[in-house]
């Protein structure tokens, strides 16, 4: 992104700012008192150049932060689910296909279930033993999928979201997990979009009406916090 473009959503942000908040937006939903982190499409097809659904600054910003994000919730095994895409039937002229409709308006054939390279978590982030992987058919993670019982049962009030994109997947899963109840995070250096411009515009709409947008360290320091008391509440054997 060019720096005028840059300073100039920067501007336009500043104003729209002191409208929001002069009519009560831009509230705080705050963090909860137990995180899961939820990482949506940082699969190959999604953080590998030369992918249709390839994002940007995935090398230097979005997967340094999520390398760091894990290690804060490992340590403290704390709830991780890893979110991808696929779809077994990609025939466009199969009525019966998984894909829905929505391979009319994007190449979502290219994601094809038998290429599980495409589809499988970068490994620079790849899960490890103990963490979820979810497959997802449609923008949102809880859309048609088991996450929002699989985060209850484990306790979970609180959503750390980072992923691709912005516009899309992020957005709709952030929409959804707060209409669900969960305090909802939007991890500024972790999430990404193709389109110059997107990721500013999505995450400061975001922070005023669905999420509160925060950043890796702030999250890191909030693991901590929550490591500590679990840690502290732990009962002591004699």
Known sequence: ???????????????????????????????????????VDLANAWTRAGNAFACEHMDDR???????????????????????????????????????????????????QADSQAWAIDSRIAPIEGELTLIKKRASAFHGTYLGGYLRSAGVDTILVTGVTASACVRETICDGIADGFHTIAVKEAIGDRIPGAVLWNLFDIDAKFADVETVETCLAYLDRVGRTQKAEQPVVA
């Not at 804060?72 to 895409?85: D, I």
């Open 1 to 39: 992104m060019s720096d005028q473009l840059e300073q100039a959503l920067e501007a336009a942000f500043a104003e729209a700012t002191r409208r929001y908040q002069g009519r009560g937006f831009q509230r705080r939903v705050g963090f909860g008192n137990r995180p899961a982190l939820i990482s």
């Open 62 to 112: 979005i997967i340094p932060a999520m390398q760091a994000l894990l290690e804060g919730f490992r340590r403290y095994h704390l709830p991780v689910v890893h979110v991808t895409t696929c779809y077994e039937i990609t025939d466009r002229n199969n009525i019966n296909t998984d894909m829905g409709l929505w391979h009319k308006k994007i190449p979502v054939e290219t994601v094809n």
